[in-house]
């Protein structure tokens, strides 16, 4: 269905960095509920931390209508501000509650991830409960993120974000590919370990 004009309800969370950034707000976060905190006098020039990324959903009300979009935080003018990356717009077909009804069985595309916290408004959120359009849409967007020349590749995005979101490596190449991405990481620990002495150089 398919109205005249969205009105979008308030923005959710469905998935954001264990990295965080941490210094004063140059805008409102777009992945906390509180941002009238933002606009009060008190809470000008406070630190706090934030995820580095994020990526939040808005449905219409009167629709079936779905936007998910993808912000990562940046310092600017000694601020943090968040930039949209990239964003996708579903349709969906079915509810979240018609999608709790089915049975373990029937969805075998993602494993069961456990409940997690994501913040105080929203106290037990699961990825697992979210309809199929918007968990295609979020590993887009998650492999967008994290597809970064010199940092990970197309393919190496595509591993991570299924991984991180709980969806199963079916074909020999993917699974071939997260060993080739994690034999990276592990090389990587040791510049993590000396990075304060080797930051110098930049």
């Not at 409940?115 to 199929?132: A, L, T, V």
Request: some cysteine; charged content about 30%; proline content about 4%.
């Amino acid at each position: 269905m398919k109205c005249n004009e969205c009105i979008f309800l308030p923005s959710e969370t469905i998935w954001e960095s264990k990295s965080k950034i941490e210094g004063e707000l140059g805008q409102k976060s777009p992945f906390r509920n509180d941002n009238i905190l933002y606009q009060s006098p008190g809470f000008q020039g406070q630190n706090e931390e934030h995820p580095i990324s994020g990526i939040t959903k808005q449905k219409c009300q009167n629709c079936s209508d779905c936007h998910l979009i993808a912000y990562e935080a940046f310092f600017k003018n000694n601020k943090i501000i968040f930039e949209n990356i990239d964003s996708r717009k579903v349709r969906l077909k079915k509810t979240v509650e018609d999608n709790s009804s089915e049975s373990f069985s029937t969805r075998p595309n993602i494993r069961h991830r456990m409940p997690y916290h994501m913040g105080k408004s929203r106290e037990k959120y699961n990825f697992y409960d979210e309809p199929e359009e918007v968990k295609d849409a979020a590993l887009s967007l998650l492999k967008r993120l994290f597809s970064v020349p010199g940092f990970l590749s197309p393919q190496q995005a595509e591993i991570f974000a299924k991984v991180n979101l709980g969806f199963k490596l079916r074909k020999s190449t993917e699974r071939n590919t997260k060993m080739q991405l994690k034999n990276k990481l592990r090389s990587l620990e040791y510049i993590v370990d000396y990075w304060e002495d080797l930051e110098d150089l930049l």
